[in-house]
Every structure is written in structure tokens, then in C-alpha cells.
């Protein structure tokens, strides 16, 4: 059963950029047809989803994000990571990894979320 | 761009009540819609995708109907562990979410 799991800073200064990590086990991202995706969610609001990469290195992007953001994939770590330039307090949310698994964005599994803060 | 609105926001109900959540698109989405289910703390759960499929393992108590503009999440009788919070999702978009309450 694959599993994931966020890492990063829990605290990001103003107008620096957010840095996250997501590790895959339990199979290898270059295996399937799979889109490793990013998902975030300020406290006490809902979902808002920001990108995803495909295995062959692909990307789709929140259009509201994408001048900011930029989803990459290390296959040799079996990770997936995302950078969010420019931060603000706006940006301040609980970030989850996810793996759609047909490419329709419908979201199977999940990773536990960690929490950003941009605070100076 | 598409947008979700869900309705209602806020529903209180009791257990083995029959409840139906309706997700409205701003425009014709075919049958690309899913639903989540996410309790405090926890990362969002993949209940239904393709506006009608089951995902493996989750009760058949839930179900989704629906094509086009419109779109239901019906649980037929409400269990305590499914008071929650419940988003629809169209490709990169995410309603605001339904609160189902105790009553």
C-alpha cells in the first residue's frame, strides 16, 4: 500500500519560498501512470489544489499559483517536492501531498499534511 | 474556470438519518466529479470518483449521482463516524465544503 509523507520547514519567512518535500514508499514513483500531486489548506478553510507532476516530469499548475510554484520529481529518492516562491502570510496552511491515479485529479491517497507558517 | 458551490454549507442531522449534499458546477463537467470526506486533523479521505464510483473499502451506505451541472452525495443512514466535513472536486477545483453536524 503506498504510503506518503511531507517534510519541510514549519516556518517560512515573508517573501522567501516554501520548500516541501514528499517521500513515497510502499512502490516507485516512476512506476504506473501516476500524478504526484500538491494540495493545501489554510486553517479552518477548504481545499485548494496547486500543481501535479507526472512520472515523465509533466506539469499542471493551479493557474492562480503558477507563476509561483514549481513541482519537481526525484525519482533516485523516490520524492516529489514543491516550491512556492514569494510567500506571504496568505500562504500560511496545512500542505498535503497526494497521488491521483488515473489522471482525472480524482486524489486516492494522501499524505498526513504538514503545517506551513510564513511568519517573520 | 469552473467553480463548485455546494450545498447546504452547514447540515445537522442524526444518526440513521438519509442526508444528500448537492455540488452545482458552473458549467457542464461530464462525470468527472469526486467526493472526500475530511474529519479535524486528518487529511481528506477519496470516497467517490467519477460522480457515481465507490472507492474500494468505503461503506455502501454512501453513494453519487449525478452528471452534467449537477451532482449528489447521498449517506442513506447516517453513522456517528460520518459526521464530518465533505468537499466535491472537479479536475483542479474543490467546493467549499459541506459541515455535517450532530442534531
Known amino acids: 500500500q503506498v504510503q506518503l509523507q511531507e517534510s519541510g520547514p514549519g516556518l517560512v519567512k515573508p517573501s522567501q519560498t516554501l520548500s516541501l518535500t514528499c517521500t513515497v514508499s510502499?512502490?516507485?514513483?516512476?512506476?504506473?501512470?501516476?500524478?504526484w500531486s500538491w494540495i493545501r489548506q489554510p486553517a479552518g478553510k477548504g481545499l485548494e489544489w496547486i500543481g501535479r507532476?507526472?512520472?515523465?516530469?509533466?506539469?499542471n499548475y493551479n493557474p492562480s499559483l503558477k507563476s509561483r510554484v514549481t513541482i519537481s520529481v526525484d525519482t533516485s529518492k523516490n520524492q516529489f517536492s514543491l516550491k512556492l516562491s514569494s510567500v506571504t502570510a496568505a500562504d500560511t496552511a496545512v500542505y498535503y501531498c497526494?497521488?491521483?491515479?488515473?489522471?482525472?485529479?480524482?486524489?486516492?491517497?494522501w499524505g498526513q499534511g504538514t503545517l506551513v507558517t510564513v511568519s517573520s | 474556470d469552473i467553480q463548485l458551490t455546494q450545498s447546504p454549507s452547514f447540515l445537522s442531522a442524526s444518526v440513521g438519518d438519509r442526508v444528500t449534499i448537492t455540488c452545482r458546477a458552473s458549467?457542464?463537467?461530464?462525470?468527472?466529479l469526486a467526493w472526500y470526506q475530511q474529519k479535524p486533523g486528518k487529511a481528506p479521505k477519496l470516497l467517490i470518483y467519477?460522480?457515481?464510483t465507490l472507492q474500494s473499502g468505503v461503506p455502501s451506505r454512501f453513494s453519487g449521482s449525478g452528471s452534467g451541472t449537477e451532482f449528489t452525495l447521498t449517506i442513506s443512514s447516517l453513522q456517528p463516524e460520518d459526521f464530518a466535513t465533505y468537499y466535491c472536486?472537479?479536475?483542479?477545483?474543490f467546493g467549499q465544503g459541506t459541515k455535517l453536524e450532530i442534531k
Open positions: 458549467q457542464g463537467i461530464s462525470s468527472y
Open positions: 497526494a497521488r491521483d491515479d488515473y489522471g482525472d485529479y480524482d486524489l486516492f491517497h
Open positions: 467519477a460522480a457515481s
Open positions: 507532476i507526472y512520472t515523465s516530469g509533466s506539469t
Open positions: 472536486q472537479q479536475l483542479n477545483t
Open positions: 510502499g512502490g516507485s514513483i516512476s512506476s504506473g501512470s501516476y500524478y
